[in-house]
């Protein structure tokens, strides 16, 4: 039995974890490389799936970038989609994320020169053997500046093409719709506006928006995509049970200590103040460190941050660091980030989940994470590897945060 391009549907098949990223400003925004500091960023919807699905994608490929468009780059210094589906096959990932066609909908295209490039790109993507996903876009505010009822129709028009389309034809290759609009748009406007505080400029996504739609993509790959297990699962994966153990962390399941666990030391940012506490985990992974927090005004916050172990470490390595989080009884609160610094000749670090303070907004509810820090190489003889846990709120609240199942790593050499 033949598909397109000679590939066999394959339904929900299980497939492997590697994901292709392609799009416009709305995908490109979940992630920034500038050398020495990486960010997932938490104004980023695919960083939010990674992180609320468990980390079942590792995304080895973002070719999304800003102002591109499905059809045509006239006039834009976007990438088209096809040419980042092709660099996206040649990145060797199992899995594709797609989303986009605003840019399209303001420069004027017509729907049928818009879909045409849409089918090729899928059509591309299911004969170089990648599981879709293809996803619906949120609409703009009608307070954006470039907002028309025809524009704002043509996108959604686009966006019931690409549930049709998919269902009729692409559906039996493994292409799933994530209707990511429908969880992101507020279904009571008369205009299809973005849910309160969903949109930091009336037509990106900030924190919030971005959560719904991480939500959404997270639920959706649940039903498809196999877990992949990676958090410390026993007391004895640490560096000080045996140097053979890969976790470089001495108490990453926060076994020993007391209020404050041992290898740790809590912080205040700004205002913010916790009472912290060792709680058993009721799945039997050690304990949580509790930390009960409270917040006075916007910028308050409280850090959790390991011991210095740069002595465990060579220049060269590769690292990351990444743990178990869960959120609860929120007010206020911005974000929950984690940073890894790993310092030598220069200092770097890298951020899951990273929280912009200027145009983030408080989150909606509580929420259970893993999350996990982009990796980087130590430059130069290390001084400094720290693995933090931080927290920001946007006025006064508090929050009940509990981390767990800790590690640093090394990323294993081939």
Request: charged fraction near 15%; hydrophobic fraction near 40%.
């Amino acid at each position: 039995m033949s598909g397109i391009g000679g590939v066999v549907p394959v339904g929900a098949a299980v497939r492997n974890n590697l994901l292709a990223v392609v799009g416009d400003s709305f995908s490109s925004q979940s992630y920034f490389d500038g050398t020495d500091f990486i960010y997932n960023n938490a104004d980023g919807f695919v960083p939010w799936a990674c992180a609320l699905s468990g980390q079942r994608m590792t995304v080895v490929s973002w070719t999304a970038r800003g102002n591109s468009r499905v059809s045509a780059d006239a006039g834009s210094p976007g990438v088209r989609f096809d040419i980042q589906v092709q660099q996206a096959i040649a990145s060797g990932a199992d899995n594709l994320l797609i989303m986009g066609g605003v840019n399209d909908c303001f420069a004027g295209f017509p729907l049928a020169q818009i879909t045409g490039a849409y089918d090729a790109c899928l059509q591309a993507a299911i004969g170089a053997g990648m599981r879709v996903w293809a996803c619906t876009q949120p609409t703009m505010n009608s307070s954006f500046g470039s907002y028309t009822v025809a524009i704002q129709a043509k996108l959604l028009a686009l966006n019931e093409w690409l549930r049709q389309r998919v269902a009729s034809t692409y559906a039996k290759y493994g292409v799933t719709v994530v209707d990511i609009a429908a969880a992101a748009v507020d279904a009571s406007s008369a205009t299809a506006n973005w849910r309160t505080s969903g949109s930091q400029d009336n037509l990106h996504p900030r924190a919030v928006g971005a959560y719904y739609m991480g939500k959404e993509l997270a639920r959706v790959w649940s039903l498809f995509a196999q877990e992949v297990p990676q958090l410390p699962s026993s007391n004895a994966d640490n560096y000080g049970y045996s140097t053979a153990c890969t976790n470089y962390l001495d108490n990453g399941l926060f076994v020993n200590g007391a209020g404050t666990a041992t290898g740790f030391t809590g912080s205040v940012i700004v205002g913010g103040l916790s009472t912290n506490s060792l709680v058993a985990r009721s799945d039997g992974f050690g304990n949580s460190q509790r930390m009960v927090q409270t917040s006075a005004a916007n910028n308050d916050g409280y850090r959790l941050a390991s011991s210095n172990y740069a002595s465990r470490f060579s220049a060269g390595d590769t690292v990351y660091a990444q743990c178990l989080v869960d959120v609860s009884a929120i007010t206020a609160l911005r974000g929950v980030q984690m940073q890894l610094v790993a310092s030598g000749t220069t200092t770097r670090a890298a951020y899951d989940l990273f929280v912009d303070t200027t145009n983030d907004a408080a989150l909606p509810e509580g929420f259970t994470v893993v999350l996990r820090t982009p990796p980087i190489q130590i430059v130069g003889t290390p001084v400094t590897v720290v693995a933090r846990v931080d927290s920001n709120y946007s006025g006064a609240g508090g929050a009940t945060i509990d981390v767990s199942r800790m590690a640093i790593r090394k990323v294993a050499s081939a």
